[in-house]
């Protein structure tokens, strides 16, 4: 039972370059999340999907994407890096049904961009 | 809408000393509340839960939290930190939309 996994753990782009992140659950999970963490401004809400095939929009989602064709995956896609997106990105993931909400958070990915 | 407050930004404390880290949120409703730490270089983790039952909640490593409705507060306590206890905490709520909110976050630091 790995939890949630992230990939990569490590990222450096350029300007302008485009990437995906990619997120992975293996507790059956209805609720998925993409969070961004930044100094001094907490955990913030990017995207979010409540079940397979739908996603939402959270606090910041200006230039981002997600995907959640399965289940057990979330993707996070950075079409045109910008600086501004330099940041550790957090996945979670968290079970309504079973009662609980808590969330289970990945190792994260800390991506740069110059 | 729901949001969340933490008062305390950055806490420095000595060892054997207490702590009470505030949070309070906004919500009209039934809530559920959560703490959850960060120690430096890892992700989050749960540290403690309200689910409507006992107000005084106990989670790991020595950790309580009390629900005052009334003052819409969830403050985490410990009453005698260790230098292991750095980290960042974080407040949550949960309300009808199922999504948490987080607060900005509280960066403990405790001197040995």
């Known amino acids: 039972n790995a939890g949630v996994t992230q990939t990569p753990k490590f990222r450096v782009l350029k300007t302008g370059q485009s990437m995906t992140l990619l997120c992975a659950q293996d507790m059956n999970h209805e609720y998925m999340y993409w969070y961004r963490q930044d100094p001094g401004m907490g955990l913030r809400l990017i995207h979010y999907?409540?079940?397979?095939?739908?996603?939402a929009k959270g606090e910041v989602p200006d230039g981002y994407n997600v995907s959640r064709l399965k289940k057990q995956n979330f993707l996070l896609g950075l079409e045109s890096a910008a600086p501004s997106q330099t940041s550790v990105y957090f996945c979670?993931?968290?079970?309504?049904?079973?009662?609980?909400?808590?969330?289970?958070f990945g190792p994260g990915t800390r991506l740069t961009v110059t | 809408a729901q949001s969340v407050s933490q008062h305390n930004h950055h806490v420095i404390l000595s060892e054997a000393a207490s702590l009470e880290l505030g949070c309070n949120y906004s919500y009209g409703g039934t809530v559920n509340l959560f703490w959850y730490v960060q120690y430096p270089g890892q992700h989050l983790q749960l540290l403690l839960k309200?689910?409507?039952?006992?107000?005084l909640v106990k989670g790991i490593k020595g950790f309580e939290a009390e629900f005052i409705k009334s003052k819409f507060s969830f403050n985490l306590r410990k009453p005698s930190v260790q230098w292991s206890d750095t980290a960042e905490y974080f407040c949550a709520v949960i309300g009808g939309s199922y999504i948490p909110t987080f607060g900005r976050g509280t960066s403990l630091i405790v001197h040995p």
């Open positions: 309200y689910f409507s039952e006992d107000p």
């Open positions: 979670a993931s968290s079970s309504r049904l079973a009662g609980t909400y808590e969330q289970y």
């Open positions: 999907s409540v079940g397979e095939g739908t996603t």
